[in-house]
């Protein structure tokens, strides 16, 4: 099964002054095909540190989807940073060219039509809000930052791709007034026994859904183990005296 990874650009991320959407989306959006994200990298408009990472992830084996900094303003250095991890120049593309001079005319010169400088040898993504396409290189899969175009190019990305097959079972349970120091034992009986199914701890002071300190458990995987594993997991924490809740 592939591996998925999110690399989210911008200073504007990075200092607050913009909250990111995409990496929640994402993996909900992944999730609902039957996969999972493995990493995920925030990085800002800087040139020379965007190239390094694509450099090092277009090494690597994940699907890569890249959010922002395609555009034509001085802070946009995703188009050439791509070209120079992938050891390819960054020509005027053109099918991408052809596109923006039909949607925009006169007016795509001089300063739309930058949009089009692409890595050579890349494939085209189309957009379907102003035509102006996102590019593949490789595993990665470079999209604009904002959310109405860059998800529906990255569901036609992930359209394409193949299907994972059954989704994983999810399974969660609510334990309140429990302390994580006091069920160490017990989870690692669970992650012991069960070692393919994924195991996550969240412990609270309180919340919207729950008042007062407790822990969420959440397991997921291929269905029977995960039934088995959440079994053991309820059967120890009612032994123990927790009153569960359904999250």
Known sequence: MPTFAAVIVGDEILSGRRQDKHLAWLAGELAERGFSLCWARYIGDDP???TALYRETLAGEAIVFSFGGIGATPDDHTRAAAAAAADAPLIQHPEATALIEARFGEAARPQRIRMAQLPEGCTLIPNP???IAGFS???H???PGF???AWPMARWVLDRLPAAGPRPTR???LVPEAREGDLIDLMETLTRQYPAVHFSCLPSYGNARLTGPHI???L???AEPTAAAMALLREGLSQRGYRLQEP
Do not use: R, S
């Open 129 to 131: 809000i102003n035509q």
């Open 220 to 222: 997921t995987g291929a």
């Open 147 to 149: 959310p109405d175009m």
């Open 48 to 50: 020379a540190a965007q």
């Open 171 to 173: 399974l969660g349970v």
């Open 137 to 139: 290189v490789g595993n």
């Open 216 to 218: 969420e458990f959440c």
């Open 141 to 143: 899969h470079f999209l």
